[in-house]
C-alpha cells in the first residue's frame, strides 16, 4: 500500500497547481485532502460516471478505490461503469430498464440511445440479458472511444459474458420459449444453462418435441390447438395462418398427433432461416407414434373406426392398430373385427341395416349393392353370424381392391396344406347326428360338406346356420332326393334350382356345389344340373353297414391326400365313427376342407355339369 499512497503522492506533487485551485473551489467534497488536491482527469471520470449514473459524487473511500484502480490499470472505464450498474446504490434506484440503458449509453457516449436501439436492448433486459452486454456493446463504440480518450482513461471492455449475454438474441429465444412452453419466465441460471444448450448445438426441434411429451407440460392441460400455435411462435417466429391452422385440423382430424403437425411446421423454410440468425440448430421432429409414419393407412383407420363405432380411436389404440397392419395388412380383417366387437359399435351398429351400410361404406368405399345387402339381411337374419358375413364380404376382391387404394396389399396367400381330404355327408341334415358331427368338428376348426336335400331345409335351419358359421360347405343334393337320371332336363333344373333358392333363403348363399344322388348322371343331368358334380374318392357304404368300426376302418385304411369321402348325417354310427375319424386324420397331417377349399387349394376350377371324383395330385 504505501508504494501505491507515494507514487500516487509523486503524481499529486506534478499536478499541484491545477489541483488546488479545483480543491477551493469544491470546497465542500468529502473526497480525502490528498486524493481532493489532485485532482485530475481520472477524478473527473470518476465523478462524471457517479453523478450520471447515482446522481451523486463519490464519497468516501470511493475516490481513492477508484482512482487507484484505474490508475494502476486494474480497471478500466467501462469496468468501472459495470461494476457501477451492478453496485446495491444503482439498484437501490429502482430505475426502470429504459431508464438505465439512457443513463448508461450517457455516461459511455455522452449521446442519446437510438431509439430502435433502446428498444431491442430492452427486449433483451425482459428477457433475462444482463446491463453486462450493453455494456459490452457500447464499450466497442467510436463514441466511447471517445469520452474515454477526453479522460485519458483506458476504455476496456467487458469481460467474461455469461451464455446468456453471448447471443441475447437466443437468450431472447429461451424466454419466449419458456414462456410458451412453461407459462413463467426463466431464471438468470436458467437462461444461461438453456443457452449455452442449444449454443452447443443442441437441436431446435426435437428438444420442443421432448417438452411437449414432458409432465411440466402436460400436466398444464394445454389444448392441441395451443400446443400448435405455441410451436409456430417458436419454430416461426409468427402465428400460423388460418390456411396452416385449417390443414392443421384437417391432418389431425385424421387421426395423427401433435408431432405430425410440428413436424409440418418444422418443414417451413422459416424455421431453418430463424434457427440460422439465432445461430442455432433447427433439428427436425422425430415421428416415433406408428400413426405418425403412414399417413395414408392413420387416415383409414381412424375413419373406419370413426364410422364403425361413431366415435374417434384414442391415440394409443390408433398406434396399436397401425402397428398390426404394418406388420400384416391382411390382419385388417380382425382389426376391423375387433373395433365391430367394442361396445360402442355394437350400440351404434345394433340393426343389421345400419350394420351393413357402415361396413360396406369402409370395405368398398360405397353403398351396398342391392343385390349384396338382401342375401346379408338374410344371412344375419336367421342367424349367420355378423363374423361370417364379414368374412364373405372381405373375400370380395372389390375389398381388396378399396385397401390398396390405402397402401394395404390385404390379398391373404393361403398356406397351402400338405394333405388335405373333404368329408362330405349326404342326405341329411338331421339334428342328432349333424349336430354330434359340428361338435366334433367345431374344436378343431374342421370343416366339411354337407350335400343337403332341398325339402329338409327349414326343418333343419339350425343345422344349416351352424355349419356355415362354422365354415362348413352346404351342397344341393336334389330337392327330394330324386336320381336325375329318371327325369327330364327341366324336371332336373327344378330339382337343383328349388333346392339352391331354399338354401339361399336360409343362408343368404347359393351352393356353389351339387352331388346326384346315387352318383347318377349322364348328358342330361350334366346339361342341366349347373353346378359341378362331385362324387367321391372313398365310399365309407355307412348307410349299408351301420357299423362305425367298418366306416372309420374304410376312411383310414384308403385316405389319400386330395381324397373326397362320402358319408351320411342320418347314422349314429356315422356320427360316432366320426368322433374318431377326425382327430386321427388331422393326427397325421391333414387339414379337413370343404369341397370348394379342395379345389382351391389344389387348383382345380370347378366346371358347371362335370363329374369330380377326387382331387387327388
Ligand atoms: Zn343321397
Given at each position: 500500500?504505501s508504494?501505491?499512497?507515494?507514487?500516487v503522492?509523486?503524481?499529486?506533487?506534478r499536478?499541484?497547481?491545477v489541483?488546488?485551485?479545483?480543491s477551493?473551489?469544491?470546497?465542500?467534497c468529502l473526497?480525502p485532502?490528498?486524493v481532493?488536491a489532485?485532482?485530475d482527469?481520472?477524478?473527473?471520470?470518476?465523478e462524471?460516471?457517479?453523478?450520471?449514473l447515482l446522481e451523486?459524487d463519490p464519497?468516501?473511500?470511493?475516490?481513492?478505490?477508484w482512482?487507484r484502480?484505474?490508475?494502476d490499470?486494474?480497471?478500466t472505464?467501462?469496468?468501472?461503469?459495470?461494476m457501477?450498474?451492478e453496485?446495491?446504490?444503482?439498484?437501490?434506484?429502482?430505475?426502470s430498464?429504459?431508464?438505465?440503458?439512457?443513463?448508461l449509453?450517457?455516461?459511455?457516449?455522452?449521446?442519446?440511445?437510438a431509439?430502435a436501439e433502446?428498444e431491442r436492448?430492452?427486449s433483451?433486459?425482459?428477457n433475462?440479458?444482463?446491463l453486462?452486454?450493453?455494456?459490452?456493446?457500447?464499450?466497442?463504440?467510436?463514441?466511447?472511444?471517445?469520452v474515454?480518450?477526453?479522460?485519458k482513461?483506458t476504455p476496456?471492455?467487458?469481460?467474461?459474458?455469461?451464455p446468456?449475454?453471448?447471443?441475447?438474441?437466443?437468450?431472447?429465444?429461451?424466454?419466449?420459449?419458456?414462456?410458451?412452453?412453461?407459462?413463467?419466465?426463466p431464471?438468470?441460471?436458467?437462461?444461461?444453462?438453456?443457452?449455452?444448450?442449444?449454443?452447443?448445438?443442441k437441436?431446435?426441434a426435437?428438444?420442443?418435441?421432448?417438452?411437449?411429451?414432458?409432465?411440466?407440460?402436460t400436466?398444464?392441460?394445454v389444448s392441441?390447438?395451443?400446443?400448435?400455435?405455441?410451436?409456430?411462435?417458436?419454430?416461426?417466429?409468427?402465428?400460423?395462418?388460418?390456411?396452416?391452422?385449417?390443414k392443421?385440423?384437417?391432418?389431425?382430424?385424421?387421426?395423427?398427433?401433435v408431432?405430425?403437425?410440428?413436424q409440418?411446421i418444422?418443414?417451413?423454410?422459416?424455421?431453418?432461416s430463424r434457427?440460422?440468425?439465432?445461430?442455432?440448430?433447427?433439428?427436425?421432429?422425430?415421428?416415433?407414434?406408428?400413426?405418425?409414419?403412414?399417413y395414408?393407412?392413420?387416415?383409414?383407420?381412424n375413419?373406419?373406426?370413426?364410422?364403425?363405432?361413431?366415435k374417434?380411436?384414442?391415440?394409443?389404440?390408433?398406434?396399436?392398430f397401425?402397428?398390426?397392419?404394418?406388420?400384416?395388412?391382411?390382419?385388417?380383417?380382425?382389426?376391423?373385427?375387433d373395433?365391430?366387437?367394442?361396445?360402442?359399435?355394437?350400440?351404434?351398429?345394433a340393426?343389421?341395416?345400419?350394420?351393413l351400410?357402415a361396413v360396406?361404406?369402409?370395405?368398398?368405399g360405397?353403398?351396398?349393392?342391392?343385390?349384396?345387402?338382401?342375401s346379408?339381411?338374410?344371412a344375419?337374419s336367421h342367424?349367420?353370424?355378423?363374423?361370417?358375413?364379414l368374412?364373405?364380404i372381405?373375400?370380395?376382391?372389390?375389398?381388396?381392391?378399396?385397401?390398396?387404394?390405402?397402401g394395404?396389399?390385404?390379398?391373404?396367400?393361403?398356406e397351402v396344406?400338405?394333405?388335405?381330404?373333404?368329408?362330405?355327408?349326404?342326405?341329411?341334415?338331421?339334428?342328432?347326428?349333424?349336430m354330434?358331427?359340428?361338435?366334433?368338428?367345431?374344436?378343431?376348426?374342421?370343416?366339411?360338406?354337407?350335400?343337403?336335400?332341398?325339402?329338409?331345409?327349414n326343418?333343419?335351419k339350425?343345422?344349416?346356420?351352424?355349419?356355415?358359421?362354422?365354415?362348413?360347405?352346404?351342397?344341393n343334393?336334389?330337392?327330394?332326393?330324386?336320381?336325375?337320371?329318371?327325369?327330364?332336363?327341366?324336371?332336373?333344373?327344378?330339382?337343383?334350382?328349388?333346392?339352391?333358392?331354399a338354401i339361399?333363403?336360409?343362408t343368404?348363399?347359393?351352393?356353389?356345389?351339387?352331388?346326384?344322388?346315387?352318383g347318377?348322371?349322364?348328358t342330361?343331368?350334366?346339361?342341366?344340373?349347373?353346378l359341378?358334380?362331385?362324387?367321391w374318392?372313398?365310399?365309407?357304404?355307412?348307410?349299408?353297414?351301420?357299423?362305425?368300426?367298418?366306416?372309420?376302418?374304410?376312411?383310414?385304411?384308403?385316405?389319400?391326400?386330395?381324397?373326397?369321402?362320402?358319408?351320411?348325417?342320418?347314422?349314429?354310427?356315422?356320427?360316432t365313427?366320426?368322433?374318431?375319424i377326425?382327430?386321427?386324420?388331422?393326427?397325421?397331417?391333414?387339414t379337413?376342407?370343404t369341397?370348394?377349399?379342395?379345389?382351391?387349394?389344389?387348383?382345380?376350377q370347378?366346371?358347371?355339369g362335370k363329374?369330380?371324383?377326387?382331387?387327388?395330385?
Open positions: 500500500m508504494r501505491h499512497k507515494h507514487g503522492f509523486g503524481y499529486i506533487i499536478t499541484i497547481g489541483i488546488l485551485t479545483v477551493v473551489l469544491a470546497g465542500t473526497v485532502s490528498r481532493r489532485q485532482k482527469l481520472t477524478v473527473e471520470f470518476v462524471y460516471a457517479f453523478h450520471t451523486k464519497e468516501g473511500e470511493q475516490y481513492g478505490f482512482y484502480n484505474i490508475k490499470g486494474n480497471t472505464a467501462a469496468g468501472m461503469i459495470e457501477l450498474s453496485s446495491e446504490e444503482f439498484s437501490e434506484k429502482n430505475y430498464p429504459e431508464q438505465k440503458l439512457t443513463l449509453t450517457k455516461v459511455m457516449t455522452g449521446k442519446e440511445l431509439e433502446k436492448y430492452i433483451y433486459l425482459d433475462g440479458v444482463s453486462r452486454r450493453f455494456i459490452s456493446d457500447v464499450s466497442k463504440s467510436p463514441e466511447f472511444a471517445s474515454c480518450a477526453q479522460y482513461i476496456g471492455t467487458v469481460d467474461d459474458l455469461e446468456r449475454d453471448l447471443n441475447p438474441e437466443l437468450a431472447v429465444f429461451i424466454g419466449e420459449l419458456f414462456t410458451e412452453m412453461y407459462g413463467r419466465s431464471s438468470a441460471k436458467e437462461l444461461n444453462v438453456w443457452t449455452q444448450y442449444f449454443r452447443e448445438g437441436q431446435v426435437p428438444t420442443l418435441q421432448q417438452i411437449t411429451v414432458s409432465s411440466d407440460y400436466s398444464r392441460g392441441d390447438d395451443q400446443t400448435i400455435t405455441s410451436l409456430c411462435h417458436l419454430m416461426l417466429g409468427r402465428d400460423a395462418t388460418a390456411e396452416e391452422m385449417g392443421y385440423h384437417e391432418v389431425m382430424g385424421n387421426g395423427v398427433s408431432d405430425y403437425v410440428a409440418m418444422a418443414s417451413d423454410p422459416s424455421f431453418a434457427c440460422a440468425d439465432l445461430d442455432i440448430v433447427p433439428g427436425e421432429i422425430n415421428l416415433t407414434q406408428a400413426r405418425d409414419l403412414n395414408e393407412m392413420t387416415s383409414f383407420l375413419h373406419l373406426y370413426s364410422r364403425l363405432s361413431g374417434a380411436p384414442a391415440g394409443e389404440e390408433l398406434n396399436n397401425v402397428r398390426r397392419l404394418s406388420e400384416d395388412p391382411s390382419s385388417i380383417r380382425s382389426v376391423i373385427w373395433v365391430l366387437s367394442t361396445p360402442e359399435s355394437r350400440e351404434i351398429l340393426s343389421d341395416d345400419d350394420f351400410n360396406f361404406e369402409v370395405f368398398y360405397h353403398e351396398p349393392e342391392q343385390e349384396k345387402i338382401t346379408y339381411k338374410i344375419l342367424g349367420i353370424t355378423r363374423e361370417r358375413v368374412i364373405s372381405a373375400n370380395d376382391p372389390a375389398f381388396d381392391a378399396k385397401m390398396s387404394e390405402y394395404l396389399d390385404t390379398h391373404i396367400e393361403k396344406p400338405k394333405k388335405v381330404v373333404a368329408l362330405t355327408f349326404d342326405d341329411g341334415p338331421y339334428t342328432d347326428v349333424t354330434r358331427i359340428l361338435d366334433t368338428l367345431e374344436p378343431y376348426g374342421a370343416h366339411a360338406t354337407f350335400f343337403v336335400t332341398g325339402d329338409r331345409v326343418r333343419y339350425d343345422c344349416i346356420i351352424r355349419a356355415t358359421n362354422m365354415g362348413c360347405e352346404v351342397g343334393h336334389t330337392w327330394n332326393h330324386t336320381t336325375l337320371t329318371r327325369i327330364s332336363g327341366d324336371a332336373v333344373h327344378k330339382q337343383i334350382w328349388d333346392t339352391c333358392d339361399y333363403a336360409l343368404g348363399t347359393y351352393p356353389k356345389v351339387m352331388r346326384p344322388v346315387g347318377s348322371y349322364n342330361t343331368v350334366s346339361e342341366n344340373v349347373g359341378p358334380m362331385i362324387l374318392s372313398i365310399d365309407t357304404n355307412d348307410w349299408k353297414y351301420r357299423d362305425s368300426q367298418h366306416v372309420i376302418d374304410e376312411v383310414l385304411n384308403n385316405v389319400r391326400d386330395g381324397d373326397i369321402i362320402l358319408m351320411h348325417d342320418l347314422y349314429d354310427t356315422t356320427a365313427a366320426v368322433e374318431t377326425v382327430p386321427a386324420l388331422i393326427d397325421s397331417g391333414y379337413l376342407v369341397i370348394s377349399e379342395l379345389a382351391e387349394y389344389k387348383n382345380v370347378l366346371e358347371n363329374p369330380y371324383f377326387s382331387m387327388r395330385g
